[in-house]
């Protein structure tokens, strides 16, 4: 034990058991303890024993009672050396003087540092710790005792120093805690000097070294936690500069104003921040038990030039709640708990330039009870001012990033038309896969699983592949931009359709049942788009060209170690990719280009036409003022130079 306090457990019935606590010795000849008998009794020394007895056991305490502080001038009670107690006891449960059990116990305390009394003018200083953090001598691991090869140990008296004295530790573990640092003029560590070495190098003392982690004062750097909170952009006499498209819109507290979304994993996060100029429609699936409320409809909103406003909020109850309940965990109890709850919010932003004018929420409530799945439906829409009606469009024609890719069918008297990926469900099964638009500039990839038959003809199944994935592409046209007009056939590009392979021979038959090759099984859908121009700073953006294609893979029916079913799994996937392109093809290289390729960049390791790159408004790393500033100044440096220096002042 190295503490004043020690606990055991003696097991049995302690009825007639006597508990008592001796001292133990060693027997100097044969070198074992002595044996113990039955009479002692409950205290040996500045040791006592305390039983507590219980239920078939019983618990044993044994504790020190003396002062286990340093002694200091002219102190009694009080430990004279560093190692306090060095004792062995033992402790006996007897039954009629006859011994049931005894545990030894060998103490090994050490005295208190800490240091209760009055303090004196004549204290001991201790020096600053920032300076001295190895300590003077970091071999030295074991107190009270001498650390072999630690020549800086206390411990170490001179006759064991030279048992060792010719391989002691070096450098800090060794003691050396200020070594010369290779960066001090007056090193002499370092191999090879260079010429420019006395220029260079660092005249300071020892007490100033690396080694220390903190220079001089040694103060410490505290750690810089960041802050969920923003800092707004300020200007002189505004609040915020104003709003660009994707800017995360911000509340009167300077905190993210924030409503569900879905995640890129597929998961709904609810303090997910609302983008500027960025419309979402998404579905949340949650119950009694994890609905969460949002933010409250009270929350004023940063208008983005440093007023503030109030939340238009419409409560509207819902009657037909089928929609929005999709199932029940449970069978129906007698007695369910129900709850008023949000069942969908819809929130339209007014803007108008980089302001948010008014902002309008419609609030659609109802009852949830315990055990019921609620589908949670949140909407947002940015309107332009000039254009606050759902049916026109915002004052932006292009398309922008989140918004539904436009399609149409123009060989149909009615030309609506659809793009559209899987959005699985359940076991995401084909059978039961629902669609979702296609989002402008939202790179996608969905799918889902068909069943299989063992004995399935290959043309059929074919056919059944490329019906699904048609399934999803019901247009021949999409429109360039978000506002084309059905009536113009300008406003939209045909879709390219890049049809699959057809192979004419059925592989199923006789050995190969349960293996087609060339399956359709993914459909590829490129969208090129580009941008053509801006409306108030933002983007303009067109779609310019759609191509489809079709990936096909080998399909094998596979079963485990035994097939006990028919029955195997195909999954067909959906990509939507987004190219961006030029809006305009780039400059054609000129005849001085192509003829002395020696001034071509891309092919020579001396470039001269970038001689001045950073001078020129092509370099994007600092403003072009600053740029400009750095280069006239090096400029004048260099004429100063070649003016002062010879033929000039030769004859001075």
């Given at each position: 034990m190295s503490g004043p306090r020690v606990n055991s457990v003696f097991l049995g019935n302690s009825s007639g058991v006597n508990f008592s606590i001796i001292f133990s010795s060693i027997d100097e000849e044969t070198g074992k303890l002595q044996l113990a008998n039955c009479s002692g009794s409950k205290?040996?020394?500045?040791?006592?024993?305390?039983?507590?007895?219980?239920?078939?056991?019983?618990?044993?305490?044994?504790?020190?009672?003396?002062?286990?502080?340093?002694?200091?001038?002219?102190?009694?009670?009080?430990?004279?050396?560093?190692?306090?107690?060095?004792?062995?006891?033992?402790?006996?449960?007897?039954?009629?003087?006859?011994?049931?059990?005894?545990?030894?116990?060998?103490?090994?305390?050490y005295a208190n540092s800490s240091f209760t009394g009055n303090v004196s003018a004549n204290a001991t200083v201790i020096p600053n710790q920032v300076f001295q953090p190895l300590g003077s001598c970091p071999c030295d691991l074991t107190a009270g005792a001498c650390d072999v090869r630690c020549c800086c140990d206390p411990e170490c008296t001179a006759d064991l120093k030279q048992l060792f004295n010719e391989s002691c530790f070096t450098g800090v573990f060794g003691?050396?805690?200020?070594?010369?640092?290779?960066?001090?003029?007056?090193?002499?560590?370092?191999?090879?000097?260079?010429?420019?070495?006395?220029?260079?190098?660092?005249?300071?003392?020892?007490?100033?070294?690396?080694?220390?982690?903190?220079?001089?004062?040694?103060?410490?750097s505290t750690p810089k936690v960041p802050s969920f909170k923003i800092p707004l952009q300020t200007s002189p006499g505004l609040l915020f500069t104003g709003y660009s498209q994707g800017d995360p819109v911000m509340t009167e507290e300077?905190?993210?104003?924030?409503?569900?979304?879905?995640?890129?994993?597929?998961?709904?996060v609810g303090n997910a921040p609302v983008a500027y100029l960025q419309n979402f429609d998404v579905k949340c699936l949650t119950n009694l038990a994890s609905y969460k409320e949002g933010l409250p409809h009270d929350v004023r909103i940063n208008s983005g030039t440093g007023d503030f406003i109030q939340?238009?909020?419409?409560?509207?109850?819902?009657?037909?709640?089928?929609?929005?309940?999709t199932g029940s965990e449970s069978p129906p109890a007698a007695e369910v708990l129900c709850q008023n709850v949000t069942f969908a919010e819809h929130y339209t932003f007014i803007w108008k330039d980089k302001k948010i004018e008014t902002i309008n929420v419609t609030v659609f409530l109802g009852s949830?009870?315990?055990?019921?799945?609620?589908?949670?439906?949140?909407?947002?829409?940015?309107?332009?001012l000039e254009n606050t009606t759902a049916a026109e469009l915002i004052g932006n024609p292009g398309y922008q990033v989140g918004k539904p890719v436009r399609a149409a069918n123009m060989n149909a008297s009615d030309t609506f038309g659809s793009l559209n990926i899987w959005q699985s469900a359940g076991r995401g099964l084909c059978t039961s896969a629902t669609y979702t638009?296609?989002?402008?500039?939202?790179d996608s990839l969905s799918g889902c699983i068909l069943e299989v038959d063992i004995n399935e003809d290959c043309s059929l199944l074919r056919g059944n592949v490329t019906e699904k994935l048609g399934s999803l592409i019901q247009a021949t046209h999409v429109g360039k931009r978000d506002n084309s007009s059905h009536s113009d056939l300008n406003d939209w590009v045909e879709i390219i359709r890049r049809d699959p392979f057809n192979s004419a021979t059925n592989v199923s038959t006789g050995s190969l049942?349960?293996?087609?090759?060339?399956?359709?099984?993914?459909?590829?859908?490129?969208?090129?788009?580009?941008?053509?121009?801006?409306?108030?700073?933002?983007?303009?953006?067109?779609?310019?060209?759609?191509?489809?294609?079709?990936?096909?893979?080998?399909?094998?029916?596979?079963?485990?170690?035994?097939?006990?079913?028919?029955?195997?799994?195909?999954?067909?996937?959906?990509?939507?990719?987004?190219?961006?392109?030029?809006a305009q093809p780039p400059i054609p290289l000129t005849r001085f280009?192509?003829?002395?390729?020696?001034?071509?960049?891309?092919?020579?390791?001396?470039?001269?036409?970038?001689?001045?790159?950073?001078?020129?408004?092509?370099?994007?790393?600092?403003?072009?003022?600053?740029?400009?500033?750095?280069?006239?100044?090096?400029?004048?440096?260099?004429?100063?130079?070649?003016?002062?220096?010879?033929?000039?002042?030769?004859?001075l």
């Amino acid at each position: 034990m190295s503490g004043p306090r020690v606990n055991s457990v003696f097991l049995g019935n302690s009825s007639g058991v006597n508990f008592s606590i001796i001292f133990s010795s060693i027997d100097e000849e044969t070198g074992k303890l002595q044996l113990a008998n039955c009479s002692g009794s409950k205290r040996a020394g500045d040791w006592d024993l305390n039983v507590t007895p219980g239920v078939n056991f019983s618990k044993v305490t044994v504790s020190l009672t003396r002062n286990l502080q340093l002694c200091l001038p002219n102190a009694t009670d009080c430990c004279t050396t560093p190692l306090c107690v060095a004792e062995t006891l033992q402790v006996l449960a007897c039954h009629n003087s006859v011994l049931l059990a005894h545990l030894l116990i060998q103490a090994e305390i050490y005295a208190n540092s800490s240091f209760t009394g009055n303090v004196s003018a004549n204290a001991t200083v201790i020096p600053n710790q920032v300076f001295q953090p190895l300590g003077s001598c970091p071999c030295d691991l074991t107190a009270g005792a001498c650390d072999v090869r630690c020549c800086c140990d206390p411990e170490c008296t001179a006759d064991l120093k030279q048992l060792f004295n010719e391989s002691c530790f070096t450098g800090v573990f060794g003691g050396d805690v200020n070594p010369p640092f290779d960066q001090l003029c007056s090193s002499e560590s370092m191999e090879y000097i260079p010429d420019w070495f006395p220029f260079l190098c660092v005249q300071s003392s020892l007490n100033n070294t690396p080694f220390l982690g903190y220079f001089y004062h040694g103060s410490t750097s505290t750690p810089k936690v960041p802050s969920f909170k923003i800092p707004l952009q300020t200007s002189p006499g505004l609040l915020f500069t104003g709003y660009s498209q994707g800017d995360p819109v911000m509340t009167e507290e300077n905190e993210y104003f924030t409503i569900p979304q879905r995640s890129m994993a597929g998961q709904c996060v609810g303090n997910a921040p609302v983008a500027y100029l960025q419309n979402f429609d998404v579905k949340c699936l949650t119950n009694l038990a994890s609905y969460k409320e949002g933010l409250p409809h009270d929350v004023r909103i940063n208008s983005g030039t440093g007023d503030f406003i109030q939340q238009n909020v419409l409560y509207e109850t819902i009657t037909s709640m089928g929609r929005f309940i999709t199932g029940s965990e449970s069978p129906p109890a007698a007695e369910v708990l129900c709850q008023n709850v949000t069942f969908a919010e819809h929130y339209t932003f007014i803007w108008k330039d980089k302001k948010i004018e008014t902002i309008n929420v419609t609030v659609f409530l109802g009852s949830l009870c315990d055990g019921e799945i609620l589908t949670q439906r949140f909407t947002v829409t940015f309107l332009s001012l000039e254009n606050t009606t759902a049916a026109e469009l915002i004052g932006n024609p292009g398309y922008q990033v989140g918004k539904p890719v436009r399609a149409a069918n123009m060989n149909a008297s009615d030309t609506f038309g659809s793009l559209n990926i899987w959005q699985s469900a359940g076991r995401g099964l084909c059978t039961s896969a629902t669609y979702t638009p296609v989002l402008f500039g939202v790179d996608s990839l969905s799918g889902c699983i068909l069943e299989v038959d063992i004995n399935e003809d290959c043309s059929l199944l074919r056919g059944n592949v490329t019906e699904k994935l048609g399934s999803l592409i019901q247009a021949t046209h999409v429109g360039k931009r978000d506002n084309s007009s059905h009536s113009d056939l300008n406003d939209w590009v045909e879709i390219i359709r890049r049809d699959p392979f057809n192979s004419a021979t059925n592989v199923s038959t006789g050995s190969l049942k349960g293996i087609c090759p060339d399956i359709p099984a993914h459909l590829n859908i490129h969208i090129i788009f580009a941008d053509v121009g801006a409306v108030q700073g933002i983007p303009w953006q067109e779609i310019l060209a759609v191509q489809i294609s079709y990936s096909t893979v080998r399909w094998q029916f596979q079963c485990g170690l035994i097939c006990e079913n028919s029955i195997s799994f195909l999954p067909i996937t959906a990509s939507v990719q987004f190219i961006k392109v030029p809006a305009q093809p780039p400059i054609p290289l000129t005849r001085f280009q192509m003829n002395y390729t020696e001034f071509d960049c891309n092919r020579n390791d001396v470039c001269w036409p970038q001689l001045f790159y950073p001078v020129t408004r092509f370099y994007t790393g600092e403003p072009y003022s600053q740029c400009l500033a750095k280069g006239l100044s090096l400029a004048f440096l260099v004429l100063l130079a070649a003016i002062m220096s010879n033929p000039w002042f030769s004859e001075l």
